[in-house]
C-alpha cells in the first residue's frame, strides 16, 4: 500500500476529449500557457492520445478524504496533500523500473512554486502533468475502468494515473 488505494487498468480505455481540453482552456486554475505540463504546452488532443496508447499497463490511484461538513476546506486541503505525497512516491518509486513510465495526477504540477514555462523544465523527471491536462475525463475513465469516484455524501476523492 502507497497511501492511496490502488486500481488496476488497461490504458487503451483512455480516450482524451476535446471537451475536457476545453475546461482546461477557461483557465480557472490560472496556468493555462504557463505551465510545461499544462495545455497547450503538453500537446495537442491527439499527441496526449498517441503517449498514452504507447503503454500496456495503467494503474489508477485515488485518494479519499471524509469531510466533517458538507464543504470542508480542510479536508480539501489534507486529501490533495496526503495523494501529492502518495503520488509522487509512488511515480519516482515505478520509473526506478519504467523510466519512461507517465504519470498524470490530479491538477497540475507542483514541483516547483513557479514553473519555468516558457523555459526548459528545471525537473522534467519529475514533472507530471494532470488528467484532465491529456483530456481524459475523470469519472468516465473510473467508470470505464471499474473504479468507484463517488463515495457518498460528504468525500472528495483524487484521482491519478500513471503508465507503464
Known amino acids: 500500500?502507497?497511501?492511496?488505494?490502488?486500481?488496476?487498468?488497461?490504458?487503451?480505455?483512455?480516450?482524451?476529449?476535446?471537451?475536457?481540453?476545453?475546461?482546461?482552456?477557461?483557465d480557472k486554475c490560472k496556468v493555462y500557457g504557463k505551465n510545461r505540463t499544462c495545455p497547450p504546452a503538453c500537446g495537442t488532443i491527439e499527441e496526449c492520445q498517441a503517449r498514452m496508447r504507447?503503454?500496456?499497463?495503467?494503474?489508477l490511484l485515488q485518494s479519499v478524504g471524509h469531510m466533517r461538513k458538507t464543504i470542508d476546506s480542510r479536508c480539501y486541503l489534507e486529501t490533495q496533500e496526503r495523494h501529492g505525497?502518495?503520488?509522487?512516491?509512488?511515480?519516482?518509486?515505478i520509473r526506478q523500473v519504467y523510466?519512461?513510465?507517465?504519470?498524470?495526477?490530479?491538477?497540475?504540477?507542483?514541483?516547483c512554486n513557479e514553473c519555468a514555462y516558457p523555459s526548459?523544465?528545471?525537473?522534467?523527471?519529475?514533472?507530471?502533468?494532470?488528467?484532465?491536462g491529456y483530456g481524459l475525463f475523470v469519472t468516465q475513465v473510473c467508470r470505464d475502468s471499474g473504479v468507484p469516484y463517488y463515495y457518498?455524501?460528504?468525500t472528495i476523492t483524487y484521482t491519478a494515473c500513471i503508465l507503464f
Open 1 to 26: 500500500m502507497i497511501g492511496a488505494d490502488e486500481w488496476a487498468y488497461s490504458p487503451k480505455i483512455l480516450s482524451s476529449r476535446q471537451d475536457v481540453r476545453e475546461m482546461c482552456a477557461a
Open 54 to 59: 504507447n503503454f500496456r499497463q495503467g494503474i
Open 85 to 93: 505525497k502518495s503520488l509522487y512516491s509512488f511515480a519516482e518509486t
Open 99 to 111: 523510466p519512461d513510465a507517465l504519470c498524470l495526477g490530479a491538477g497540475g504540477c507542483r514541483v
Open 120 to 132: 526548459a523544465c528545471r525537473f522534467p523527471e519529475k514533472a507530471m502533468s494532470s488528467m484532465e
Open 152 to 154: 457518498g455524501e460528504k
